[in-house]
């Protein structure tokens, strides 16, 4: 018997606890919204937070709430974006595919070195003692976007520079956060005019540390004056949308290539394009 007491007593205690626990989660609980549970199995769960989002349970939540559109998962896609759009409801949005783009041609072959960079092999280190090449502006060539990339859509090549497999690439930007020198940006897919330097030095300074750096020569400007002008040494793109095809000729005469194509083939059938909507227009007015 004073063995049994304990037990009784211990035993009435964690019952009439476990009871209390359960009132108390029954008063207490919040009801889910069960499209959240639908919405986020729906999602990649890549958890990248290229979202704007913690996580894609954050992101579920916050297009239930309303806060977040459908078409906000850049890594779904278009298919997410109409499966989330089914669920809520609502419109899915225009999908704009949008891809990493690296803006350095600072390889081997145009970069000069600084000299011997001892270190730690990551950008983030050599960039807080000025870098390892004299450009204090281009790629450094150690890979930090690289490790950073979760989709296998980027890899180092034998130049020395980061390059981007576009069909892998979902716009997460964890390349753009992971760059100490803010050279990787978001583009859309077919916006193939890029200027690729961001050196901020003067023309003879540019160009004797790197071959393929921006002087400022305002050749591009020049010939695209509503699209392109120059600032602190740097030629800018203002608006892609309106360098028109027979203007990119005159802007690609470029010294040192500094702006430019990305993908030549595609460019060239859009020039031709314009050139064949010119000679139909003149030949209408003759």
């Known amino acids: 018997m004073d063995v049994l007491l304990p037990i009784l007593i211990m035993a009435s205690l964690g019952f009439l606890f476990s009871l209390g626990l359960a009132v108390a989660y029954q008063k207490l609980k919040v009801e889910e919204d069960p499209r959240v549970v639908e919405v986020s199995a729906s999602l990649p769960q890549a958890n990248c937070g ?23 998962c850049p890594v779904g896609g278009a298919e997410t ?52 090449k004299q450009c204090s502006y281009g790629c450094m060539g150690y890979g930090d976007c690289v490790r950073a990339c979760q989709f296998d859509a980027l890899y180092m090549g034998d130049d020395g520079l980061p390059h981007v497999v576009e069909e892998n690439c979902t716009a997460c930007g964890k390349c753009v956060d992971a760059c100490p020198r803010n050279l990787f940006e978001l583009h859309p897919l077919d916006q193939h005019i890029l200027v690729f330097c961001r050196s901020l030095d003067r023309g003879p300074a540019a160009k004797k540390a790197c071959k393929n750096a921006c002087i400022g020569c305002g050749i591009c400007a020049r010939a695209c004056p509503d699209a392109i002008e120059i600032r602190d040494n740097l030629a800018v793109i203002l608006d892609y949308k309106k360098i028109v095809p027979e203007q990119i000729p005159a802007m690609e005469k470029c010294p040192t290539d500094s702006i430019g194509r990305l993908h030549h083939g595609e460019d060239s059938a859009e020039e031709a394009r314009g050139e064949e909507a010119g000679e139909k227009e003149a030949a209408h007015e003759g």
Do not use: M, W
Not at 90 to 99: H, L, N, P, R, Y
């Open 50 to 72: 290229a979202c704007g989002y913690s996580g894609c349970r954050a992101f579920a939540e916050g297009v239930v709430a309303g806060d977040a559109p459908a078409n906000g």
């Open 81 to 132: 974006a109409q499966r989330l759009a089914e669920i809520l409801g609502v419109e899915a949005g225009e999908i704009i595919k949008k891809v990493a783009r690296l803006h350095c041609r600072g390889d081997n072959a145009a970069a000069k070195d600084r000299g011997d960079y001892l270190g730690l092999t990551t950008c983030y280190a050599a960039n807080l003692v000025g870098g390892n």
